[in-house]
């Protein structure tokens, strides 16, 4: 059973900075592309950053210049970085991943909090 598990997340200031982590097991991880997603209350989830097995990264453009994703397969960790947080970004951020046949697997989410 793949496991995907977050962290990192936390309450923090407009301005401010946090580094997400989502550490994957039991999958060869460095063939699969990540995403990260995120769901506000009351909101549909949403796309957030994703990055391919080859490194090739894509952003939603509400994010785009600010948040970072990257991926370290030695470790079977992604990160996302997130830097000049809004308290618009208030959300559970979740780790998604993908398989090249397709399948999906999801992390239990870590809640981010930007207060004003």
């Known amino acids: 059973q793949v496991q995907l598990v977050e962290s990192g997340g936390g309450l923090v200031q407009a301005g401010g900075s946090l580094r997400l982590s989502c550490a994957a097991s039991?999958?060869?991880?460095?063939?699969?592309?990540v995403g990260w997603y995120r769901q506000a209350p009351g909101k549909q989830r949403e796309f957030v950053a994703g990055?391919?097995?080859?490194?090739?990264?894509n952003y939603s453009e509400s994010v785009k210049g600010r948040f970072t994703i990257s991926r370290d397969n030695a470790k079977n960790t992604a990160y996302l970085q997130m830097n000049s947080l809004k308290p618009e970004d208030t959300a559970v951020y979740y780790c998604?991943?993908?398989?090249?046949?397709?399948?999906?697997?999801w992390g239990q989410g870590t809640q981010v909090t930007v207060s004003s």
């Open positions: 990055i391919t097995s080859r490194v090739s990264t």
């Open positions: 039991r999958i060869i991880f460095s063939i699969n592309y």
């Open positions: 998604n991943l993908v398989s090249p046949s397709g399948s999906r697997y």
